[in-house]
């Protein structure tokens, strides 16, 4: 079921006033009517199960029926770093891997990135990114929205990358296959994977990335287009150590 995300300074007694730009969507895109049951969680993650008591342009009245347990908190932690690219295929990672449950969302600019942001530029690309991640977090019943962070050079973020495992994914890659990677992490919480633009890194930074702590691993004899790579390891990592399949 989906979910809507309020602030708890929303709920007066035992309602809650829907406004602004949640109150647009439920009107006009899912045409919300009296009487319709809907489920909104606040910051601090707790859900309330309510029944539509009125509904206009302005407001809508909800009144709390149940408050459910809050969702558990996800059993890996992972953060996507991912090299920009082109078009809506960045806005199609972000929708994809917040419903893999990603944590944080690093955009980068790398030496064959070919979308260059900066300025004011970046900062409402970084807004639009992250409107993304707050509707896909809230179809996908997520207690939580991914964090998409402003757009980072490769540099800077290898440089402040934390987390227990970190796999910079790379088609060069002839020794460590992500397969036998993994098997030999069995207690890991937390990664971090990097992911490369269109054409992938270039030697210079997988090194520089190496000497910041990076393994580098590969998906086997094919090479996926990088919209593939980052969903197909999000995909994997959640069903060894997250929720997907549970």
């Known amino acids: 079921m989906p979910v809507y995300f309020i602030a708890s300074s929303q709920i007066q007694d ?3 006033h829907v406004v602004g730009t ?13 009487g319709e049951l809907l489920t909104f969680v606040d910051e601090q993650q707790r859900r309330y199960l309510t029944r539509v008591d009125r509904i206009d342009r ?9 408050r459910l347990a809050p969702a558990p908190p996800p059993s890996l932690q992972l953060n ?6 082109k078009g809506k295929k960045m806005d199609w990672i972000i929708q994809k891997a917040t419903e893999l449950g990603v944590s944080q969302i690093i955009p980068l600019l790398t030496n064959r990135t070919v979308v260059r942001l900066d300025g004011v530029r970046a900062g409402r690309q970084q807004e639009r990114w992250q409107a993304i991640a707050h509707e896909a977090a809230q179809q996908s019943g997520r207690g939580t929205i991914p964090s998409v962070q402003a757009v980072c050079s490769f540099a800077d973020f290898i440089q402040s990358a934390g987390h227990q495992l970190r796999l ?7 020794g460590q296959s992500l397969r036998n990677k993994l098997a030999s992490q069995k207690e890991i919480k937390s990664v971090t994977l990097l992911i490369g633009p269109e054409g992938g890194f270039s030697q210079e930074e997988v090194t520089e990335a190496e000497d910041w702590g990076f393994q580098t691993v590969h998906l086997g004899k094919q090479i996926l287009r990088t919209e593939t790579a980052s ?16």
């Not at 302005?58 to 149940?66: E, F």
């Not at 910079?168 to 002839?174: I, R, V």
């Not at 969903?231 to 549970?246: E, F, K, M, N, R």
């Open 80 to 85: 996507l770093a991912q090299g920009i690219i």
């Open 22 to 34: 949640l109150l647009k969507h439920l009107n006009n895109a899912l045409r919300i009517k009296q």
């Open 231 to 246: 969903l197909a390891v999000l995909s994997i990592l959640q069903y060894l150590w997250g929720d997907l399949g549970l």
């Open 58 to 66: 302005r407001l809508m009245v909800v009144r709390i029926i149940d």
């Open 168 to 174: 910079l994914l790379w088609e060069e890659e002839t």
């Open 14 to 16: 035992e309602t809650i």
